[in-house]
């Protein structure tokens, strides 16, 4: 599975981004987006089942982003409204073809990631 994710970029707090995160070879079960701040660990951000479309967010993001898929483009786009500075972040995209619901959350049971793109939000 190769990610190659795109759309980062320096906003003002409140205003949107739409991240993006295509992907090539075998289909995974789940994709997901974790975020990392600087000197922080890598964190949960959300994640979407790729059959039915299920969609699972942090407590910190939840009504505030929005992630959905393209089937046919093989690709996730992470909607993310109301930005505040604190989700300044490099965002990375993540797949698994072998990932299951309870292990979504915890960064070490993704085998594949994309490149990171960077989310600035200034305050």
């Known amino acids: 599975v190769q990610l190659q994710a795109s759309g980062g970029g320096l906003v003002q707090a409140g205003a949107s981004l739409r991240l993006s995160c295509a992907a090539s070879?075998?289909?995974?079960?789940?994709m997901g987006w974790f975020r990392q701040a600087p000197g922080k660990e890598r964190e949960f951000v959300s994640a979407?089942?790729?059959?039915?479309?299920?969609?699972y967010y942090a407590d910190s993001v939840k009504g505030r982003f929005s992630l959905s898929r393209d089937i046919a483009k093989n690709t996730i786009y992470l909607q993310m409204n109301s930005l505040k500075p604190e989700d300044t972040a490099v965002y990375y995209c993540?797949?698994?073809?072998?990932?299951?619901?309870?292990?979504?959350?915890?960064?070490?049971?993704?085998?594949?990631w994309g490149q990171g793109t960077q989310v600035t939000v200034s305050s």
């Open positions: 070879g075998r289909t995974s079960r789940f």
């Open positions: 993540a797949a698994d073809p072998s990932i299951i619901l309870s292990s979504i959350r915890f960064a070490s049971a993704y085998n594949h």
């Open positions: 979407i089942r790729w059959s039915g479309g299920n969609t």
